[in-house]
């Protein structure tokens, strides 16, 4: 029944979707390639896979964890996303993502729990238990919502389960560094990998979820930051007094812990650290121009049209493209040769505020999967450490950015915030901090913020077309 649900149908589901990645495609083609049962409690379910053919004949696979009710259920237990409207000799009812059936999710926290796997024609699904001792999971269980590209389950007050939505051949970094983090390495700052769900189609390995220890009370670190750069920059403390300055001094502590676990000596070729190269200082230097050029192409072609509060700044900052250029020169030539550079190995690849939790006393890191729209290739590379640096800083800023309002005073003491955040960070990672290399990574990163802001939320260039003004010289406006 499942394969025969047409194209249209599905790629009109998918689309209403936040999880899917593909929204900007103009035409899409969809059908469900595998179909895997998914039995228990006298019940049935399916985990279907499914392939989309994108506007220049690549394929995206995507999972859809699918679940039938009766159309007389009570509109209270309504499913959130409906697939189809289904009938049949034996069933009349909706066909729904059973990550809505609370049934369904017993049945994967059974799963989980004893290691089980499911069969279909073609594809199987299997549970793999990475600790002896991970918690039985029962009692109940919730959807998380709001996310972007996973699903998030939390069963009890013990794990959280997230549900890969589009899956890739290969290794998960998510997976791969939560795993290595808790077998080999004394780091605990990050939540405790229990099991992975994988799945097996056509020979090819894609990891479909990860169980992780859940960090109960936590807050996300981002709505944490801003709740305190907004009662500095509306209030009357003292930037000395503020105490958002130990905990950023302690999150850069942290930082560096993690990136000396995951630069640690080992024999696994995935996480074996090694010496940064000049062609490394090459590449970077020329991702960094790429950054840039792009950047300036897209302002360049809608400046005029930007809102009252970026304009001006977008309109400065087209003049200074050779001075962009002249600073991204001084960087390269600031590091001098490789030793300056360090060495590369495993890190985070998308650290922000979003990806930190805070508890009570101490922070929690968070979402290895690196930045979503870069290759999966790229995002398992070695790679300096220090780009996680520049990422957090850039983070800071936007927390001040958005906590200030248009009123000049209320910019200033964010700016004050900005400055005492950044510092406290810096003083906590320690001397491994490389500045002439954070620099470059940041001005890198400012240019693909431009670039995206355009793109997606014009009225937010303000915030990089900031901080570009603020690292490029004064001298030369």
């Given at each position: 029944?499942?394969?025969?649900?047409?194209?249209?149908?599905?790629?009109?589901?998918?689309?209403?979707?936040?999880?899917?990645?593909?929204?900007?495609?103009?035409?899409?083609?969809?059908?469900?390639?595998?179909?895997?049962?998914?039995?228990?409690?006298?019940?049935?379910?399916?985990?279907?896979?499914?392939?989309?053919?994108?506007?220049?004949?690549?394929?995206?696979?995507?999972?859809?964890?699918?679940?039938?009710?009766?159309?007389?259920?009570?509109?209270?237990?309504?499913?959130?996303?409906?697939?189809?409207?289904?009938?049949?000799?034996?069933?009349?009812?909706?066909?729904?993502?059973?990550?809505?059936?609370?049934?369904?999710?017993?049945?994967?926290?059974?799963?989980?729990?004893?290691?089980?796997?499911?069969?279909?024609?073609?594809?199987?699904?299997?549970?793999?238990?990475?600790?002896?001792?991970?918690p039985r999971l029962s009692g109940a269980s919730h959807v998380i919502g709001g996310e972007q590209s996973n699903s998030s389950i939390i069963f009890g007050e013990s794990a959280i389960f997230k549900l890969f939505r589009r899956l890739e051949g290969g290794e998960s970094p998510d997976v791969e560094i939560a795993r290595y983090l808790t077998a080999h390495t004394s780091f605990r700052h990050t939540p405790e990998l229990y099991a992975v769900l994988v799945l097996d189609h056509g020979g090819q390995r894609s990891v479909a979820g990860m169980l992780s220890r859940l960090v109960v009370g936590a807050m996300d670190g981002w709505a944490h930051a801003l709740a305190r750069a907004r009662a500095f920059t509306h209030g009357e403390g003292d930037v000395r007094n503020d105490p958002f300055e130990a905990e950023a001094e302690q999150l850069g502590a942290i930082t560096a812990a993690l990136h000396r676990a995951l630069a640690s000596s080992t024999s696994d070729p995935a996480f074996a650290p090694r010496?940064?190269?000049?062609?490394?200082?090459?590449?970077?230097?020329?991702?960094?121009?790429?950054?840039?050029?792009?950047?300036?192409?897209?302002?360049?072609?809608?400046?005029?049209?930007?809102?009252?509060?970026?304009?001006?700044?977008?309109?400065?900052?087209?003049?200074?493209?050779?001075?962009?250029?002249?600073?991204?020169?001084?960087?390269?030539?600031?590091?001098?040769?490789?030793?300056?550079?360090?060495?590369?190995?495993?890190?985070?690849?998308?650290?922000?505020?979003?990806?930190?939790?805070?508890?009570?006393?101490?922070?929690?890191?968070?979402?290895?999967?690196?930045?979503?729209?870069?290759?999966?290739?790229?995002?398992?590379?070695?790679?300096?450490?220090?780009?996680?640096?520049?990422?957090?800083?850039?983070?800071?800023?936007?927390?001040?950015?958005?906590?200030?309002?248009?009123?000049?005073?209320?910019?200033?003491?964010?700016?004050?915030?900005?400055?005492?955040?950044?510092?406290?960070?810096?003083?906590?990672?320690?001397?491994?901090?490389?500045?002439?290399?954070?620099?470059?990574?940041?001005?890198?990163?400012?240019?693909?913020?431009?670039?995206?802001?355009?793109?997606?939320?014009?009225?937010?260039?303000?915030?990089?077309?900031?901080?570009?003004?603020?690292?490029?010289?004064?001298?030369?406006?």
């Amino acid at each position: 029944m499942l394969r025969s649900i047409d194209s249209a149908t599905l790629t009109a589901y998918l689309r209403e979707r936040r999880w899917f990645g593909e929204k900007s495609q103009q035409s899409l083609d969809a059908r469900i390639v595998d179909v895997i049962p998914v039995a228990g409690d006298g019940q049935q379910w399916a985990i279907a896979r499914v392939e989309v053919t994108l506007d220049d004949g690549s394929v995206a696979s995507y999972q859809l964890p699918l679940s039938v009710r009766e159309r007389e259920m009570s509109r209270a237990h309504a499913p959130a996303a409906v697939l189809a409207h289904v009938e049949s000799s034996v069933v009349k009812g909706l066909l729904f993502d059973a990550i809505d059936d609370p049934a369904f999710r017993s049945r994967i926290a059974r799963a989980l729990s004893e290691g089980e796997h499911f069969t279909g024609e073609g594809a199987t699904l299997r549970a793999e238990r990475v600790v002896r001792s991970g918690p039985r999971l029962s009692g109940a269980s919730h959807v998380i919502g709001g996310e972007q590209s996973n699903s998030s389950i939390i069963f009890g007050e013990s794990a959280i389960f997230k549900l890969f939505r589009r899956l890739e051949g290969g290794e998960s970094p998510d997976v791969e560094i939560a795993r290595y983090l808790t077998a080999h390495t004394s780091f605990r700052h990050t939540p405790e990998l229990y099991a992975v769900l994988v799945l097996d189609h056509g020979g090819q390995r894609s990891v479909a979820g990860m169980l992780s220890r859940l960090v109960v009370g936590a807050m996300d670190g981002w709505a944490h930051a801003l709740a305190r750069a907004r009662a500095f920059t509306h209030g009357e403390g003292d930037v000395r007094n503020d105490p958002f300055e130990a905990e950023a001094e302690q999150l850069g502590a942290i930082t560096a812990a993690l990136h000396r676990a995951l630069a640690s000596s080992t024999s696994d070729p995935a996480f074996a650290p090694r010496d940064a190269t000049a062609a490394d200082i090459a590449r970077w230097a020329g991702g960094a121009r790429r950054s840039v050029e792009q950047g300036f192409a897209l302002l360049e072609r809608v400046a005029r049209s930007l809102d009252a509060r970026s304009r001006p700044l977008a309109l400065t900052a087209c003049g200074r493209r050779m001075d962009a250029f002249a600073k991204l020169g001084d960087i390269v030539s600031s590091l001098g040769g490789p030793s300056a550079a360090g060495i590369l190995s495993r890190h985070h690849g998308d650290y922000h505020l979003g990806q930190v939790l805070r508890t009570d006393h101490d922070w929690m890191i968070i979402d290895f999967e690196g930045e979503p729209a870069r290759p999966l290739a790229e995002r398992r590379a070695l790679n300096s450490p220090a780009r996680d640096v520049a990422g957090m800083l850039r983070s800071f800023a936007y927390a001040a950015a958005t906590a200030a309002s248009h009123d000049d005073a209320d910019r200033e003491r964010a700016a004050q915030w900005e400055a005492m955040t950044r510092a406290a960070f810096l003083r906590g990672y320690g001397d491994a901090s490389a500045p002439a290399l954070v620099e470059l990574f940041e001005l890198e990163k400012l240019f693909y913020e431009l670039a995206y802001e355009l793109n997606n939320r014009p009225t937010w260039a303000w915030i990089p077309l900031l901080g570009i003004e603020k690292m490029l010289p004064a001298s030369v406006v």
